[in-house]
């Protein structure tokens, strides 16, 4: 495994106020990363090893373990107030566990306790969240979603999840899992999805899905690239192909988030994601798509905005899972 480490300035220090952080552990199929962030939202410090995706299940908590360990290492981890762990899902957080698409040693693996149980972790609260929600509580915090009480939250990468922000709190639901927007169905013919269903969104939407559109109605990259973000860069060039397989997704992603806009009054969805970063190719025709959908005035005030936190987001949002469950009061003081 290996392994790096980075520190930011924490502007507590040397103040003379009290201070107190929160930790956090991001679990995904390429990286298990844990940082200290402060209570104001500043990541002072990060690790990173790389994730045994195709390892045992053995293997795979070690590795948890020693990201915990390289964090305790730091000179401040006594100030750490609670520890969030945001992971690859599916998540169950009544259960704490995690079944990660990408882990497969990992079924309904009990992340929380194994967590809760680490030394330096022992007696300080633990909190378990979807990787979506992760960031949509990272967004609300520090990002995008900041100045709203009713969000909506997506992730656009290889697959596509969410998380909603109901009267300027998380919604988790009971199982952790509301707001899974990847998985409603968007079309009903549509392509069979792996989750068992039929037309979901991230079979239309997704970076995944966005190269098989392209591809599939005959777009070639010159190099032979055939990802996502050469079909971007395709798209941002004036390929017809490119812009059409970006347009399907769009329309796609329109079509989720009118229909939440509906249901629950949110008043802006914040999109990232590797996706995200195609910019205008995506959010023009996302935004015109919106409009066509959202036609009750009380869904179509709702606005359409670029994450703000990129890579960040995780961390962060891991961090703000543990602040939301501090007791009002508890939380670590700047």
């Not at 956090?24 to 500043?42: C, E, M």
């Not at 704490?96 to 306790?113: D, H």
């Not at 591809?215 to 973000?229: F, K, L």
Request: glycine share 14%; net charge negative; hydrophobic share 50%.
């Amino acid at each position: 495994m290996s392994y790096d480490t980075a520190d930011a300035v924490d502007p507590a220090r040397g103040t003379g106020q009290p201070s107190g952080l929160l930790a956090a552990v991001d679990l995904g199929g390429t990286k298990i990363a844990g940082g200290l962030v402060s209570a104001d939202g500043a990541l002072l410090h990060q690790v990173r090893l790389t994730t045994p995706a195709t390892g045992t299940e053995k293997e795979l908590a070690a590795a948890v373990d020693a990201v915990l360990d390289l964090l305790a290492e730091h000179p401040r981890w006594a100030d750490v107030r609670a520890v969030g762990v945001g992971s690859a899902g599916p998540v169950d957080i009544e259960a704490g566990t995690v079944s990660p698409v990408n882990i497969p040693a990992w079924r309904g693996y009990p992340l929380r306790a194994q967590v809760a149980e680490h030394p330096a972790v022992a007696g300080l609260p633990v909190v378990l969240g979807g990787d979506a929600v992760a960031m949509a509580a990272a967004e609300h915090w520090q990002g995008a979603a900041r100045p709203y009480r009713n969000a909506l939250c997506l992730v656009v990468s290889t697959g596509v999840g969410a998380g909603l922000i109901i009267d300027g709190r998380l919604h988790t639901g009971r199982t952790g899992n509301a707001g899974h927007l990847g998985h409603i169905t968007v079309d009903h013919t549509g392509r069979p999805c792996p989750c068992g269903s039929r037309g979901c969104l991230e079979g239309l939407a997704s970076g995944t899905a966005i190269a098989r559109t392209a591809a599939e109605a005959g777009w070639r990259s010159p190099d032979g690239d055939t990802s996502a973000g050469a079909v971007a860069a395709a798209a941002a060039a004036g390929d017809p192909l490119a812009l059409d397989a970006f347009d399907r997704a769009a329309r796609a992603l329109a079509a989720g988030i009118a229909a939440t806009a509906t249901l629950v009054e949110i008043d802006a969805a914040v999109v990232g994601g590797g996706v995200a970063g195609a910019g205008e190719v995506l959010f023009a025709p996302l935004r015109r798509h919106f409009a066509a959908y959202a036609t009750l005035p009380f869904a179509a005030h709702t606005v359409i905005l670029p994450a703000r936190l990129g890579t960040d987001a995780g961390l962060v949002g891991a961090a703000a899972l543990a602040r939301e469950a501090l007791p009002d009061g508890a939380a670590p003081a700047p």
